[in-house]
T-cell receptor, first 115, second 111 residues
């Protein structure tokens, strides 16, 4: 079974530039998550999709971050414009459903450095 | 405000001995708990979970204990192996599925 695929693995941009990350979840997984992990911290949920609908985006900085999941499969996360404090690893995860017992499977992440 | 706390940033254990990783939580609504393991340059991988209706769950060398009254859980690894060296994250879910992670504990198993 293929895992969660993310690209790119690494990205370096200047502040005020824009950047986009791509995620392909495990086939058949209805729930998709984007997490931000700042160095020394645990992953923090940015947005959660159930199929192509948003379930939770309460911690997404909506003035600069946006995410979409077209056709309920792949997803993109965009930052525009980027700030220095956005430097982090962005993790995509997917799970079969939303209930307890359906653990999330994570991709390798995209390491973003904003200079 | 950290709702899931892992107060030990690091832990070193001799190979063959027991590793005990601790986690405390503050949100009484959490009713499902998970441990994830993370190697460098990889995403976290699910290790073991426990529901709040239980106080213990075991899977091979890994056992998770839950003390609801103390809002405390721990992960025991027996015996510890060098391949267990990784960062371990404690995570919790309230009624709705929003996984909240602790900051992680880096485990080093010394051969």
């Amino acid at each position: 079974e293929a895992g969660v695929a993310q690209s790119p693995r690494y990205k370096i941009i200047e502040k005020r530039q824009s950047v986009a990350f791509w995620c392909n979840p495990i086939s058949g997984h209805a729930t998709l998550y984007w997490y931000q992990q700042i160095l020394g911290q645990g992953p923090k949920l940015l947005i959660q999709f159930q199929n192509n609908g948003v379930v939770d985006d309460s911690q997404l900085p909506k003035d600069r971050f946006s995410a979409e999941r077209l056709k309920g499969v792949d997803s993109t996360l965009k930052i525009q414009p980027a700030k220095l404090e956005d430097s982090a690893v962005y993790l995509c995860a997917s799970s079969l459903g939303q209930g307890k017992g359906t653990e999330a499977f994570f991709g390798q992440g995209t390491r973003l450095t904003v200079v | 405000d950290q709702q899931v706390k892992q107060n030990s940033p690091s832990l070193s254990v001799q190979e063959g001995r027991i590793s005990i990783l601790n986690c405390d939580y503050t949100n009484s609504m959490f009713d499902y708990f998970l441990w994830y393991k993370k190697y460098p340059a990889e995403g976290p991988t699910f290790l073991i979970s426990i529901s709040s209706i239980k106080d213990k769950n075991e899977d091979g060398r890994f056992t998770v204990f839950l003390n609801k009254s103390a809002k405390h859980l721990s992960l025991h690894i027996v015996p510890s192996q060098p391949g267990d060296s990784a960062v371990y994250f404690c995570a919790a879910i309230p009624g709705s599925y929003q996984l909240t992670f602790g900051k992680g504990t880096k485990l080093s198993v010394i051969p």
